[in-house]
């Protein structure tokens, strides 16, 4: 705390307070830190992405929006902030309006492979099945050696009924994990 302290002029530091408050269950402190990174840089994203993370602890989903939706109109287009208020929206039910801020998130920083996965399931899983494996497909060029992609591609292919692309995508999990090759399918 008291190195943290030293650096107070830096929104980084209230940050890692807020964490390190959040992690020993004081909301009230960690809130106070965060919004204090915010009165030093109003545009630091991790702040607005870490206060959004504590009111979803604690269940203040709507809070959070809130705050993601403020980060928004002071960073726009900011990849972490679209994705963090696109699974919000999820959380609340509101996937519709969840899936184009999954998409800018994937978008803006394509070297995310979570941010390509999350849009990806997120268009599968609302009922977009053949959107949500293009994304995977085109996540997995880039990350050819993607576990998660791999096991959501093949558990895709599988219920569409396209066993040979699920086995394609199975024997390539396989092979990045051998151990692992008499896990259920």
Known sequence: IESQRANADRPEAHVNLGLFFTERRDPVQAEGEYRA?????PDFVPAY????????TYNREGEAEVVLNEGLRRS???ADLSHSLGLSRVRQGRV???LPLLA????AAPDNVRYAYVHGVALHDSGQPGEGMVVLD???QRFPNNPELLQALSEYARSAGDSRRADAYAKRLDALAPAAADRPR
């Not at 990174?37 to 840089?41: F, H, K, N, S």
């Not at 800018?104 to 978008?107: E, G, K, L, R, V």
């Open 37 to 41: 990174a915010l009165a030093l840089e």
């Open 49 to 56: 992405v870490n206060l959004a993370d504590l009111y979803r």
């Open 76 to 78: 726009p287009g900011s």
């Open 96 to 98: 519709a309006e969840a």
């Open 104 to 107: 800018q998130a994937a978008s």
């Open 138 to 140: 085109k996540a997995l």
